[in-house]
């Protein structure tokens, strides 16, 4: 079973989380997720716990409890939602910029055109 756990202290490694939910069982995995520029901790985790049960008693004892000085966050991870677009849809028909000031049009001289001195 795989558990999110967030408001994880920025300074927490993977070792640490381990330790505390090894109190409850099988940890399989810990990733601490990290932000692909900085490559700092983002403040979440997921952990990974072979057994149901003892997943459900981690839920029960750490959800709330202090780590390293902050109250955490424990629960069933959800499915990563599909992150096709993301927000990033700002209308129109998406084929980029199209603007442009030097396209001449039936036969129109372009905007550059307007300012060039013809001495």
Known sequence: MKLYV???SFGAT???VQQAFNAFGT???VA???DKFSGRSRGFCFVEMPIQSEAEAAIQAMNGADFQG???VVNIARPRENRENRGRNFGGDNRGFRGGGDR???GQ???RDNYRNDY
């Open 32 to 34: 601490i997720i990290t």
């Open 109 to 111: 001289r372009g905007r």
């Open 104 to 106: 001449q049009r039936d």
């Open 14 to 16: 993977e070792g640490d």
């Open 6 to 8: 967030g408001n994880l």
């Open 70 to 72: 902050r109250a955490l």
């Open 27 to 29: 940890v399989d995995s």
